[in-house]
């Protein structure tokens, strides 16, 4: 059982980083275009939270606490793993906020405002990018 919980939750955190390496590429392309091309951004970035990226991260919240049995060592790798992966699912949180708000902006045409929730979700998403990263080199620091 434990083995299976390990993979699905290899399996959410892929799709997890999938997701935001694959929006930080569309959100470079499509923001070097016109304010339509920013409209469709804000709407395809909703999307993928919506329907791939939450999911996900849900996936990661429950088959990560499903593996946090009083079983599994306590060494400070599973605990820069945990503490990490636990923010980056916050900062994660935060930026569907932001991508919520910005895709309002858009719709209504609130350009100034667009470009203050853009700003700001980019650099939480780098945020979460790094979280992320740091939370699978733990996981494999602590296996070696």
């Not at 935001?20 to 470079?28: D, G, K, Q, S, V």
């Not at 916050?90 to 932001?98: D, M, P, T």
């Not at 667009?114 to 992320?132: C, E, Y």
Request: aromatic share 8%.
């Amino acid at each position: 059982m434990r083995s299976l919980l390990l993979a699905l939750h290899l399996i959410f955190a892929s799709i997890w980083l999938g997701c935001i390496l694959t929006e930080a590429l569309f959100e470079r392309a499509l923001l070097a275009e016109d304010r339509a091309a920013h409209l469709v951004l804000a709407r395809l970035h909703l999307r993928v939270d919506k329907l791939i990226e939450l999911p996900a991260i849900l996936g990661v919240l429950g088959t990560g606490l499903a593996l946090c049995s009083p079983s599994w060592p306590r060494t400070p790798s599973f605990y820069v793993m945990a503490g990490t992966g636990v923010a980056a699912i916050g900062l994660n949180v935060f930026c569907v906020w932001l991508v919520y708000r910005r895709r309002s902006a858009a719709s209504t045409g609130a350009w100034s405002m667009f470009d203050r929730l853009d700003h700001i979700q980019h650099k939480a998403g780098a945020g979460v990018l790094l979280l992320v990263l740091t939370a699978l080199v733990a996981s494999v620091w602590g296996r070696v």
